[in-house]
């Protein structure tokens, strides 16, 4: 996940490339990385020493006066200290990630003594240029601002119960995790697809219970600020009428299934 708004195919096609740059150029750095288990809610903007941090596993928010402009996760590499320019500026943990710190100077290093790692390294950087300024014309178009939350789901760990109040729309980031209804399995949710959108737009409870299949990452979403950004984006309904529909058809091709 780039960012909170819609984001044009292209644009996340972009930040693709750049993870996959990214994952290259620190593959070639070596021992010039220093592996660091980021505790939940650390500044990575709070470092005196000027580094690059590659995100191993996990997922980090970079927010600019209270407001998230963009999230970092696995391949993002992004500076890490507190000389970006930028006041009331923070990467934050929403919890326990696996960075690797490379420091400027190595960095710089390794970039003058092998000069093949220039090209990846200037399109990177070139990338990451363009895919801030898009982001803000996106979001000086887009005000609305959800307030979520973040959290690791074990495997075997209940998202959503039947029958339970169901406050909150989740979104699964990473993972997979198993539906089922009066006990029985009945589907399968896998990343970037939404769990509790039917008692949201039914306002019911939950009809399923959702479990983690393997470990997970989600992001919750409050009803009412999921109606907000429903109303203030149009493309969000559209992706979750997708949703539905592949469900829909999902469901009744299981059932022929069964019939035969």
Known sequence: MLAQIDTPEFLQQMHQRSQRLARGIVARLGARAIRVRVKAG?????????????????VLRFVHRGRTVRFFSDGDLFVSDAHTGLED???????????????????????????????PWLELVAIESHLLLVLAALYATGDVQPR????????????????????????LIEGSALVQVGGLEVGLIRSGEFIGEI????????????????????????????????????????????VLAKRV?????RLSDGER
Request: hydrophobic fraction near 45%; glycine fraction near 4%; aromatic fraction near 6%.
């Open 148 to 171: 979520v939350e973040f959290r690791r789901v074990e495997e075997g760990e209940d998202i959503l119960r039947e029958g339970q109040e169901c406050p909150e729309i989740y979104e």
């Open 89 to 119: 500026a923070q990467v934050e943990a929403s919890f326990a990630c696996d960075v690797l710190l490379i420091p400027r100077i190595e960095l710089i290093a390794a970039l003058q003594s092998s000069p093949d790692l220039l090209h």
């Open 249 to 253: 058809i999902d469901s009744n091709a």
């Open 199 to 242: 008692s949201f737009l039914t306002e019911s409870r939950c009809v399923a219970t959702v479990t983690a299949a393997e470990p997970c990452f989600v992001q919750s979403i409050p009803k009412a600020e999921f109606a907000r950004l429903v109303q203030a984006r149009p493309q969000a309904a559209i992706g979750l009428a997708r």
């Open 42 to 58: 650390t500044d990575l903007l709070a470092r005196d020493e000027s580094c690059y941090a590659f995100v191993e596993n996990g």
